[in-house]
Structures are given as structure tokens and as C-alpha cells.
């Protein structure tokens, strides 16, 4: 089954610091690959998608990179905000059409000021 | 800007109950899913829904759950005898269709079984 590990439970970093958070994956390559916010008690909102032949993906201050020889997903938030306290979630999908969602732990960000 | 919609946003209920989630996806989606986080763990996929159909689901959606797409906007979720280990946050998401389309959740329902 799909594994997919994101590197830590927790990160805190001091507001104006890049935040880099990782999601390594085991087994079956994603065709695609996600990023989503989730706040307390909130569902997952999504920010960034990545697919298989791509390198790097930005938005704003957000940036994410796919390297699936590692099998492994960077995800960047430079200029960190105290706003950008959140959890953040990986997620895999395999390419059909279908669209099921392979979820890490994800990781919980702190940005103080 | 349109979004997913889930009613209740909390229900409580005795174990052995029937329940049903509700959820008013986005309205010219296509594709439709359930999801659960138990607390404190990752959200899991549970079943999707395409063309009036299940078209994919987990281990987790055995035969005590069902869905159903009763109308034009409502897709719903139930769970015929729930269980303690049921409790969960049940997220609906929805999708335009294609490869690759975003996927949007609703804000969840908070299900607690005593």
C-alpha cells in the first residue's frame, strides 16, 4: 500500500524565515502530487499541485518541488507569517480520473513572531 | 466563490444508531468523495462516487456504509449501525472532473459515538 511519510510532526520557525517541509513516498509513483492547509477542526484546503514531469511549481510565496528519483516532495513557504500556522498535508494521487487521495500526517507549522 | 457544504457540522449519537452526513458539493462537479480523520491521524480516503456510482472504495467502507446521490445537489453518507471506533471528523470533497482537478472539502461533520 501507499506509504507516505511527511518529516516531522512539528516545525517551528521565527517569522520572515523560509519554512521547508518534506513528504517522502514509498511504493507506488504518483502521477500527481498536493498540497493542502488544514486549520484546527477545518477540512484540507488545497494549494499547489505538482505533476510527475514537472521539477518546481510557485505561487506567491509558496514553492514546491518533485523529485521522483528520490520520491520525495519539498514544499517551501518563504517570508513566513504568523498566518501561515497551520498543518500542512501531502497527498499522492495515482493519475486516474478517479482522484482518491493518499494522505500523509502531515506537519504541523508555527511561525512566531 | 463557490464551496462544499456538510450539515450537521456536529452530531452526536449512540453506538447501534443510524446516521447520515450530508453534503452539497460544488455545482457543476462531477466527481464526488468522503474522507475521515480520526483525531490526531491522517485523513483517509472512504469511497468515490462518479456517474451515479461507486466507482472506488476503501477497506474502511465496508457494508455498513453507503452513499447516495439522492438529487441534483445533495450527496450523502451513511452509516447503518455506528460503532465507537466510527467517531471521526467526515470531510466531503468534490471535483470538476479530469485528471489532475482540484479536489475541494467541505468543513466536515464532527461525529461522536457513545
Known amino acids: 500500500s501507499q506509504k507516505i511519510e511527511q518529516n516531522s510532526e512539528a516545525l517551528n520557525i521565527q517569522e520572515g524565515k523560509t519554512a521547508t517541509l518534506t513528504c517522502n513516498y514509498t511504493?507506488?509513483?504518483?502521477?500527481?502530487l498536493q498540497w493542502y492547509r488544514q486549520d484546527p477542526g477545518r477540512g484540507p484546503v488545497f494549494l499547489l499541485l505538482i505533476r510527475e514531469n514537472e521539477k518546481e511549481k510557485r505561487k506567491e510565496r509558496l514553492k514546491v518541488t518533485f523529485d521522483t528519483t528520490l520520491k520525495q516532495s519539498l514544499f517551501h513557504i518563504t517570508a513566513s507569517q504568523p498566518a501561515d500556522s497551520a498543518t500542512y498535508l501531502c497527498a499522492l494521487e495515482r493519475g486516474s480520473t478517479l482522484g482518491r487521495l493518499y494522505f500523509g500526517r502531515g506537519t504541523q507549522l508555527t511561525v512566531w513572531p | 466563490e463557490p464551496e462544499v457544504t456538510q450539515t450537521p457540522s456536529h452530531q452526536v449519537t449512540q453506538m447501534g444508531q443510524e446516521v447520515i452526513l450530508r453534503c452539497v458539493p460544488i455545482?457543476?462537479?462531477?466527481?464526488f468523495y468522503w474522507y475521515r480523520q480520526i483525531l490526531g491521524q491522517k485523513v483517509e480516503f472512504l469511497v468515490s462516487f462518479y456517474n451515479n456510482e461507486i466507482s472506488e472504495k476503501s477497506e474502511i467502507f465496508d457494508d455498513q456504509f453507503s452513499v447516495e446521490r439522492p438529487d441534483g445537489s445533495n450527496f450523502t453518507l451513511k452509516i447503518r449501525s455506528t460503532k465507537l471506533e466510527d467517531s471521526a471528523m467526515y470531510f466531503c470533497?468534490?471535483?470538476?472532473?479530469?485528471?489532475?482537478?482540484?479536489?475541494?472539502f467541505g468543513p466536515g461533520t464532527r461525529l461522536t459515538v457513545l
Open positions: 455545482s457543476n462537479h462531477l466527481y
Open positions: 511504493n507506488y509513483s504518483p502521477a500527481y
Open positions: 470533497a468534490s471535483k470538476a472532473g479530469g485528471v489532475a482537478d482540484t479536489q475541494y
